[in-house]
């Protein structure tokens, strides 16, 4: 099976294309914005220009316009090819990612949220999810740290927030460690995980 990953939900824009698992080829750039521009030109720039049986995407949470981008490219890619489309949550494989350099601790992923927050999720040393992502202020997300190993591009932040000594693991999302998520970290739901409430509200009815 052929799998092509996108992850474009921050300021990184990633690509890889992999058989039976294993990466045959991919792209990473930590461009900031113009994910639009630069997405589609680093999937055709993989081999047979990245057609795959499988596409799994990521569904954030991160920056709302890239998160659309990458799953409208990855619904438009999986009709034209027959293809089929999974979802996976940006902080899971950064801890999957950190997971690599320290595979039996848990690890807290503190990534860049909006308005001054951040994105803060704890993982077992097995992977696992042990709690849900949530949008936080930093002092805030300095309570909710529960473990001495911070993973993400907001990681060194939070150890100097927690006040004591970490490690920490500064990484963005990167598609070509896509083959590090487990089979259960992906789903069919391809819905945008935004992390945080919409900041446009709708009005409140008079009584």
């Known amino acids: 099976m052929t799998t092509l990953a996108i992850d474009c939900a921050t300021e990184a824009c990633s690509v890889a294309l992999f058989d039976d698992g294993a990466l045959v080829d991919g792209r990473f750039a930590a461009i900031g914005r113009g994910h639009a521009e630069r997405l589609v030109p680093m999937i055709a720039e993989l081999p047979d220009k990245g057609r795959a049986t499988r596409i799994v995407v990521s569904l954030g949470p991160g920056s709302f316009t890239g998160v659309r981008i990458g799953l409208a490219a990855a619904r438009a890619l999986g009709l034209a090819w027959g293809a089929d489309v999974l979802g996976y949550p940006t902080l899971t494989l950064v801890a999957a990612m950190a997971r690599t350099e320290q595979p039996d601790s848990g ?11 951040w994105f803060v999720q704890n993982f077992a040393s097995n992977g696992e999810a042990e709690d849900e992502v949530r949008s936080l202020a930093p002092a805030e997300a300095a309570l909710a740290c529960r473990h001495t190993i911070l993973a993400g591009n907001r990681a060194g932040a939070l150890a100097g927030q927690t006040g004591d000594s970490r490690q920490v693991l500064d990484l963005l999302p990167d598609a070509r460690a896509a083959h590090l998520l487990a089979p259960g970290q992906l789903t069919t739901t391809l819905a945008p995980i935004y992390g945080r409430a919409p900041d446009a509200r709708l009005p409140q009815a008079k009584p």
Do not use: A, K, Q, S
Not at 107 to 117: A, D, F, L, R, S
């Open 107 to 117: 690890i807290t992923v503190c990534m860049n949220g909006g308005h001054g927050e």
